[in-house]
């Protein structure tokens, strides 16, 4: 039996008019939500992404900056940006885009983000909140991921778990939420011995790698729910970390590419900007 699809863009859609009226709100507050988004460099996939976050922050009425730096740009000028927009008061969200050029300290630079207006949720205190269970900003693809298993109202608690990829970005906190909702979760990698062994227990399969068709059908259970979190071109094509013709056959439920977890990684982002102008309104 096909898949159901677990869809992004009828999920973003609802969200987006959630967070539209929540923007609303604020304005009738004298609040505009703000995001700058440092994007340094001219990664094509970068540039998409970045424009992409642009096109959702004026559907919703949120205003945006996007500093354009050149691939040249020094550790201290980048600093310099972050520093300049953490002062801002009209600024709620900050946004490193990721990769930056291979001579920049993304750490260094990421930690340097006030913690309330870190809407990626990568910095280390909300990376720690996180672990801990405690209310953090939780970084957007796992917190969309999220999202899509629990408004199909798929049972998480007791569950398998398996998130292929160790990621700091996705891997990692899908892990964290996942185990968060009483999951029995498996991380798996590079190094994993038998991945598929692994990743046929899975009741729930997280792809996370960044290998097109990586997940092919005889590595997924009978009716498992599959989250396909890759996003790769391959001949001008994009396509996920699953092999979705031939697992949709074999799956409960599945996210495609385009369409699945990269609507809602910016649907999350938005989500983020706005709960950081919320509590920056509510704090004055
Ligand atoms: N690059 C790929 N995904 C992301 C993301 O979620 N946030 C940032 N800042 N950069 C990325």
Redesign the pocket.
């Given at each position: 039996m096909a898949a159901q699809l677990l869809d992004g863009k009828i999920m973003s859609a609802e969200l987006e008019k959630a967070l539209k009226a929540k923007v609303e709100a604020l304005k009738e507050r004298g609040i505009t939500p703000g995001l700058t988004v440092i994007l340094v460099g001219d990664d094509p996939a970068?540039q998409t992404?970045v424009g992409n976050k642009e096109k959702a922050c004026i559907r919703l009425g949120i205003h945006s900056e996007t500093l354009r730096m050149p691939e040249s740009t020094e550790q201290s000028a980048l600093e310099a940006a972050i520093e300049k927009a953490n002062a801002d008061p009209s600024v709620h969200g900050i946004?490193?885009?990721?990769?930056l050029p291979k001579h920049l300290n993304s750490d260094h630079a990421l930690s340097l983000i006030l913690p309330e207006k870190d809407v990626?949720g990568?910095h280390d205190i909300n990376i720690g909140r996180l672990t801990r269970g405690e209310d953090c900003v939780v970084?957007?693809?796992p917190k969309g991921a999220l999202y899509m298993l629990q408004k199909a109202g798929i049972e998480i608690a007791g569950k398998e778990a398996v998130v292929i990829g160790r990621s700091n970005?996705v891997g990692k906190p899908m892990a964290l939420l996942l185990l968060q909702e009483n999951a029995t979760v498996t991380v798996c990698h590079s190094r994993t011995k038998d991945l598929a062994e692994h990743t046929r227990r899975a009741d729930i399969l997280v792809a996370a790698i960044g290998r097109p068709k990586f997940v092919t059908a005889d590595m997924v259970k009978e009716g498992a729910v599959v989250i396909d979190v890759g996003i790769n071109r391959v001949d001008g094509k994009l396509c996920g970390d699953v092999d979705f013709d031939a697992v949709k056959e074999k799956a409960a439920y599945i996210t495609p590419v385009p369409g699945g977890v990269g609507k809602m990684?910016i649907a999350m982002?938005m989500d983020n900007t706005v709960a950081a102008a919320e509590k920056a309104a509510d704090k004055a």
């Open positions: 970068s992404y946004l490193v885009q990721l990769p990626d990568f970084a957007c693809t970005i990684t982002l």
